[in-house]
């Protein structure tokens, strides 16, 4: 069955950055896209980009550009997600989420909360 | 960017009610559009795509329609485990966007 596990619970201060893990089974990894969608505490869902497992392309939205990185490991089947310059506003769950049918979001990870303070 | 706008932001219902959410698009786009249920400290899980096809594993009681601007989600008899959050999601373009949210609570 297709499973996404992610990386555990982070803690960071205000201007470090945060590296998080998602591995990937159960399906084919280079065969389809993997989002990461990102949620602060007590809001709904924000779209942080893609990246394409198989030729290493990504797409992010606009408030993350030049903050954030995607990159992937297709030994192990792992997808990563970094973001730099970190601030109280980036306190949330981070969440990877297969790109499935008509790019529908078709299965998710378990989600990683960070948290960021001083 | 395609703003999503989902209707109304929460309800009450008792089980067995029929239960519609609506999501209007800030433009018009072919079916790429999705629903989700989240329950508290979980994932997201997709219940619908492409407007109203049902995702693998969930309840005929879920359906939806639409096309256009304007898309609606169902519950046909509201069950003990559907009281959630729902969002809609358009995923035509980049970036992909949710509608705010539908909290369903227990009447």
């Known amino acids: 069955q297709v499973q996404l596990v992610q990386s555990g619970a982070e803690v960071k201060k205000p201007g470090a950055s945060v590296k998080v893990s998602c591995k990937a089974s159960g399906y084919s990894f280079t065969g389809y896209y993997i989002n990461w969608v990102r949620q602060a505490p007590g809001q709904g869902l924000e779209w942080m980009g893609w990246i394409n497992p198989h030729s290493g392309s990504t797409v992010f939205a606009q408030s993350f550009q030049g903050r954030v990185a995607v990159t992937r490991d297709t030994s192990t089947a792992t997808v990563y997600l970094e973001v730099s310059r970190l601030t109280s506003d980036d306190t949330g769950v981070y969440y990877c989420?297969?790109?499935?049918?008509?790019?529908?979001?078709?299965?998710w990870g378990q989600g990683t909360l960070v948290t960021v303070s001083s | 960017d395609i703003q999503m706008t989902q209707s109304p932001s929460s309800l009450s219902a008792s089980v067995g009610d029929r239960v519609t959410i609506t999501c209007r698009a800030s433009q018009t786009f072919y079916n790429y559009l999705n629903w989700y249920q989240q329950k508290p400290g979980k994932a997201p899980k997709l219940l619908i795509y492409s407007a109203s096809s049902l995702h693998i594993g969930v309840p005929s009681r879920f359906s939806g329609s639409g096309s256009g601007t304007d898309f609606t989600l169902t519950i046909s008899s509201l069950q003990p485990e559907d009281f959630a959050t729902y969002y809609c999601q358009q995923s035509y373009s980049t970036p992909l966007t949710f509608g705010g949210g539908t909290k369903v609570e227990i009447k």
């Open positions: 989420a297969r790109r499935g049918e008509r790019a529908a979001i078709d299965f």
